[in-house]
């Protein structure tokens, strides 16, 4: 079982950046694919971006695709998500989450508390 807990949320204009990151717990944190997700007020949740335990592969939706990039440092136990050229259509609770699957997409077993981030015209 991991732990997860997202920090980095916060209120920025268009075109600002945000760094979000996810603390895992556990000394499983290498065996699990890792994803961002989002829910907007309204909205169903969508896995905004995922990165698998051995880095090789990542997934972005397609409306962030050249503008958030998603990583994961081992020997720090966290997983980030870099936002840059932020858009209002960006505003959203951010979700960390974990995987043990193979693939990035499916099923994630393990979730963070969220953290809000709110992108102003």
């Known amino acids: 079982q991991v732990q997860l807990v997202e920090s980095g949320g916060g209120s920025v204009q268009a075109g600002g950046s945000l760094n979000l990151s996810c603390a895992a717990s556990?000394?499983?944190?290498?065996?699990?694919?890792m994803g961002w997700f989002r829910q907007a007020r309204g909205k169903e949740r969508e896995l905004v971006a995922a990165i698998s335990r051995f880095y090789a592969n990542t997934y972005y939706t397609d409306s962030v695709k050249g503008r958030f990039t998603i990583s994961r440092d081992s020997g720090k136990n966290t997983v980030y998500l870099q936002m840059n050229s932020l858009k209002p259509e960006d505003t959203a609770v951010y979700y960390c989450a974990a995987r043990t699957g193979i693939h990035l997409t499916g099923s994630y077993d393990y979730w963070g508390q969220g953290t809000q981030v709110t992108v102003s015209s």
């Open positions: 556990g000394p499983t944190f290498g065996t699990y694919n």
